[in-house]
């Protein structure tokens, strides 16, 4: 009895440590396409964080998960763009831009979470 409890245990933890590394994982692959391309953007934890919170709030108005995934999305997409434009347009450095991005975020889901959702 004793081994099928261990052996459960073992298969519980790594599906559960497969399921929850995927979205890093994913930030880890853009990253080193980005770092390939020649930019280097600290700012993908950001870029997340932006994302998951327009998810929720997409999902959680409309009541639809693929409504959520869409504005995910197009606000990955709006913060990249916002990125791109910081780092290639204004010249900014890209160290720099990418942890403004992440404080911007951090500090932006953190308001709308206390203005919103509580």
Known sequence: MKDILSITFIV???SASIRLSVPILFAA?????SERSGV?????????????FAGVVGSYFTGSYWIGALVAILSGILISALFAFITVKIKINQIVSGVA?????IGLTSFFIELYLE
Request: net charge negative; proline share 0%; no cysteine.
């Open 29 to 33: 692959l853009g990253g080193m396409y």
């Open 40 to 52: 280097v953007n600290i700012g993908l934890e950001g870029m997340m964080l932006v994302g998951a």
């Open 12 to 14: 519980a933890l790594l």
């Open 101 to 105: 991005i992440n404080l911007l975020a």
